[in-house]
């Protein structure tokens, strides 16, 4: 449900076809990020798996003129941060910073996407620390849980890919790799610039057009779109690792990321087991019986497909009551429409929550940047405010029967092994 307070939006289009979108705000604090649009999905069958991740890592190695150290102290030296991360559909580079310092990072920003060196030197090392990340991945188990129940969920498809990639393909992975992904994905068009802060317009303006020019306008080979995974059968995994807790995840494929149903599904989510402490899970579960200390649940929409789950942790000896629980919960929610009581609290929570984020710059450029890059427009909160009122008790219901139907449910399971 992307959205955004009512601040003020600018938007315009350089003439390689970059979007560039600038939210108005009054604090001092600055951010900037440019989210590109190809992320694990877009490897499969051309590219190493985990190359997107691996180039992530890459662009803080070097580029033409600076070298690692002093891309990451350019924005330390002003206070300011510069982070990245990877999806199964975008990468995403930020900055947050002090408003005085916004070309210093808007020229890294820069420097960064349209120039990067790719030191063969830095290669090595960096796959060292990617695999040692990867490694460590498998350490936590719900992490752990995840990816493998996502393998099964989407199996065959690029959905189905690790995002921190495969050990294999990152030790053949060369340095002609990263130059065909960088030039085959950063591309103008390919791309969205977003900026949160208190700009002078016609200043900031000529800052982007001076240092994005350069960017090619995204003529090379089209990115592949694979096409939507087909419905999956039931599944059900069981697997003993050196844990001490025992693991669960259920769950199925949910709407895409343009379905109608999205926003029931969304609301649906965060009545189960969302990030609020009054959660039919936390509430019923968690707090009544006090036999989990991890559960939740999640939906995530991409292109393509989507996926719903509930995750949770427990001793072996009340893994069995636990899900008896979690499917009791599931089942309550497809029969008993909410009171209006209820109703007007889970409607007021979710639109509180949505305005909360909001505050955050770093949640209000993945929204923009990922509106923009996924429907070329950004929905405002008064907009999603009137959508969420106009749902019904009846909707959720419906959605709930459609998602939690038991031949649609697939489940995987960490128990310790005593061995």
């Known amino acids: 449900m992307p959205s955004v307070q009512d601040w003020p939006l600018h938007r315009f289009t350089l003439p390689n076809g970059l979007r560039v979108a600038w939210i108005e705000t009054r604090s001092p604090v600055a951010s900037a990020g440019v989210m590109v649009?190809?992320?694990?999905?877009?490897?499969?069958?051309?590219?190493?798996?985990?190359?997107?991740?691996?180039?992530?890592?890459m662009l803080f190695k070097g580029t033409q003129k600076r070298k690692a150290h002093h891309i990451l102290t350019?924005?330390?030296?002003?206070?300011?941060?510069?982070?990245?991360?990877?999806?199964?559909?975008?990468?995403?580079?930020?900055?947050?910073?002090?408003?005085?310092?916004?070309?210093?990072?808007?020229?890294?920003?820069?420097?960064?996407?349209?120039?990067?060196?790719?030191?063969e030197k830095e290669m090595d090392k960096e796959k060292a620390v990617v695999l040692d990340e990867i490694q460590s991945s498998k350490d936590d188990a719900p992490d752990e849980l995840g990816e493998w129940f996502d393998a099964e969920l989407f199996a065959g498809h690029p959905l189905s890919i690790p995002i921190l990639g495969e050990e294999q393909a990152l030790n053949r992975l060369t340095r002609k790799d990263l130059l065909d992904w960088h030039g085959r994905c950063y591309t103008a068009e390919n791309m969205?610039?977003?900026?949160?802060?208190?700009?002078?317009?016609?200043?900031l303006e000529r800052w982007v057009y001076a240092l994005f020019y350069e960017l090619p306008s995204?003529?090379?080979?089209?990115?592949?779109?694979?096409?939507?995974?087909?419905?999956?059968?039931?599944?059900?995994?069981?697997?003993?690792?050196?844990?001490?807790?025992?693991?669960?995840?259920?769950?199925?494929?949910?709407?895409?990321?343009?379905?109608?149903?999205?926003?029931?599904?969304s609301v649906l989510n965060n009545i189960l087991g969302g990030p609020a402490m009054s959660s039919r899970l936390n509430m019923g579960i968690r707090e009544k019986y006090g036999i989990t200390?991890?559960?939740?649940?999640?939906?995530?929409?991409?292109?393509m497909s989507g996926s719903w789950s509930v995750l949770w942790a427990t001793e072996p000896a009340k893994m069995q009551r636990t899900r008896s629980l979690i499917l009791k919960e599931l089942q309550r929610l497809t029969k008993q429409p909410l009171g209006s009581m209820q109703w007007h609290k889970a409607i007021q929570?979710?639109?509180?929550?949505?305005?909360?984020?909001?505050?955050?710059?770093?949640?209000?450029?993945?929204?923009?940047?990922?509106s923009i890059l996924l429907h070329d427009e950004v929905e405002t909160l008064a907009t999603i405010f009137h959508r969420l009122q106009a749902l019904t008790p009846t909707h959720i219901v419906e959605t709930a029967e459609l998602l939690f139907a038991e031949n649609q449910r697939s489940e995987c399971y960490y128990y310790p092994d005593k061995n």
């Open 37 to 57: 649009d190809a992320g694990t999905v877009n490897e499969s069958p051309d590219f190493p798996a985990g190359i997107a991740h691996f180039t992530e890592h």
């Open 74 to 119: 350019r924005m330390d030296d002003v206070g300011g941060d510069l982070n990245a991360y990877t999806t199964k559909e975008q990468t995403f580079y930020y900055a947050t910073f002090l408003q005085p310092h916004t070309y210093r990072a808007l020229e890294l920003l820069a420097d960064m996407v349209i120039r990067p060196s790719f030191p």
């Open 192 to 203: 969205v610039l977003v900026l949160v802060g208190r700009f002078q317009r016609k200043i």
């Open 218 to 265: 995204g003529v090379k080979a089209p990115l592949p779109r694979p096409e939507k995974p087909l419905t999956v059968a039931p599944f059900q995994r069981r697997e003993l690792r050196s844990n001490h807790s025992a693991y669960g995840i259920l769950g199925g494929l949910g709407p895409d990321v343009l379905s109608e149903q999205r926003l029931p599904v």
């Open 293 to 303: 200390y991890l559960l939740e649940s999640n939906y995530t929409p991409y292109r």
């Open 349 to 370: 929570q979710i639109m509180g929550q949505l305005a909360l984020s909001n505050e955050n710059a770093g949640n209000l450029l993945h929204i923009v940047a990922r």
